[in-house]
């Protein structure tokens, strides 16, 4: 087995609290946001969702590992998109008869620093009280003033724009080109798995550039547009801000999903805000205010849209709630087919409750 004799590592937060564990994944340093996802599988997708990119997680679920790596069925991105990982118990074995190799060499080759054997119950429960802040990992640097020092470096997600480093540098297509319908799809830092979804259904993709025009989307001529999911701050996205309300003016329909939903609300008027905690996991509870159903949904945000403003908005429905927290969770444009969720209904990883607004969409563009 390798690595029996793993170095010690250090994770210190911002406000001085230093954790000690034992190093995984490269030697080395990377600091970022901590924020901590409670799901139980689907590690990979969640290393590889451009969601978290420049993000520090920490898998609460106690084993992390041991089901090994895919080199592509469980890849959300070109690769790993996550800046460090905390764990609690880090398996060195893996055991799965598909798997193409173990989490430890993938981090290894991704250039990946990790910690491991920590408290992360604890952990959790500290930054839950405290708030959002960010954190630096260190197997090379033990010095918990010196890893201050740097983490003092890590920039803020608060304002910060990180689409434009993760989407496409060129558009492309995916899917069949004869599919009677096409979706331009904005690239904030879309996952593959929601590009399958629409293929799946039979609807050809065109995915470009996040900072593309209107003009050029459109003269693609899709059926419809798709706002991704992405990274970062979306106050600071003026950019897709425009070109969604310019795509707004075109009566074509348009659905977004989590960065996408944001920049939905916030070229309808509605602005966003960093929230204390953000949601990431596999089991959040949100009710369908139309349909009076509830869905099981896989979250990831650390941002949300202002639940005031949605209820004073005339021209906006607010369609999907948060039942832990009454977090706004979809909405919809009275005056425009156009919607949008907070949460991942392409499920990558998740349960499979919210599949239905990929069809929703799709019955929108064939009106
Ligand atoms: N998954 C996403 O699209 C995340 C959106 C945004 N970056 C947030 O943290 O809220």
């Not at 000690?20 to 990377?30: D, E, M, Q, S, V």
């Not at 890893?147 to 470096?153: Q, Y």
């Not at 999903?257 to 602005?271: D, M, R």
């Amino acid at each position: 087995m390798k690595h029996t004799q793993q170095p010690e590592a250090l994770l210190v937060l911002q406000d001085g609290t230093v954790y000690k564990g034992l190093a995984l994944g490269k030697i080395g340093t990377a600091g970022g946001e901590i924020c901590f996802n409670t799901g139980m599988t689907g590690y990979q997708e969640i290393y590889t969702d451009p969601s978290y990119y420049g993000q520090v997680i920490i898998n609460t679920t106690s084993h992390i590992g041991n089901y090994g790596i895919l080199n592509n069925a469980e890849q959300e991105s070109n690769g790993v998109k996550i800046r460090a990982m905390v764990c609690n118990f880090f398996s060195n074995i893996h055991s799965r008869y598909t798997a193409d190799g173990s989490l430890q060499d993938y981090f290894e080759r991704a250039n990946i620093v990790g910690i491991h054997g920590v408290d992360t119950r604890q952990l959790v429960r500290y930054i839950r009280s405290k708030g959002v802040m960010n954190c630096i990992i260190s197997s090379e640097i033990l010095d918990p003033a010196v890893l201050l020092a740097e983490l003092n470096k890590v920039p803020d997600m608060d304002g910060l724009e990180l689409s434009s480093e993760v989407c496409t540098r060129e558009a492309y297509e995916q899917g069949d080109p004869e599919a009677s319908l096409r979706v331009a799809v904005l690239d904030l830092g879309v996952k593959r798995s929601i590009l399958s979804n629409f293929n799946q259904r039979g609807v050809f993709c065109k995915v470009f550039p996040a900072r593309t025009s209107h003009a050029e989307l459109a003269a693609w001529k899709p059926n419809g547009y798709f706002i991704a999911n992405g990274p970062g701050d979306p106050a600071a996205m003026p950019y897709a801000v425009e070109t969604v309300k310019q795509a707004l003016e075109t009566e074509k329909p348009l659905f977004g999903i989590c960065l996408g939903h944001q920049i939905l609300s916030l070229a309808s008027g509605i602005s966003t805000y960093k929230m204390h905690n953000g949601h990431r996991g596999l089991n959040h509870p949100v009710k369908n205010l139309i349909t009076g159903h509830c869905e099981v949904t896989s979250q990831n945000h650390g941002f949300a849209v202002r639940a005031e403003e949605v209820m004073d908005h005339a021209n906006v429905e607010l369609t999907h709630i948060n039942l832990n927290d009454k977090t706004i969770e979809g909405i919809r444009r009275k005056d425009k087919p156009a919607f949008s969720v907070q949460y991942h209904p392409e499920s990558s990883p998740g349960p499979h409750d919210s599949h239905y607004l990929f069809d929703q969409f799709i019955g929108m563009m064939k009106e």
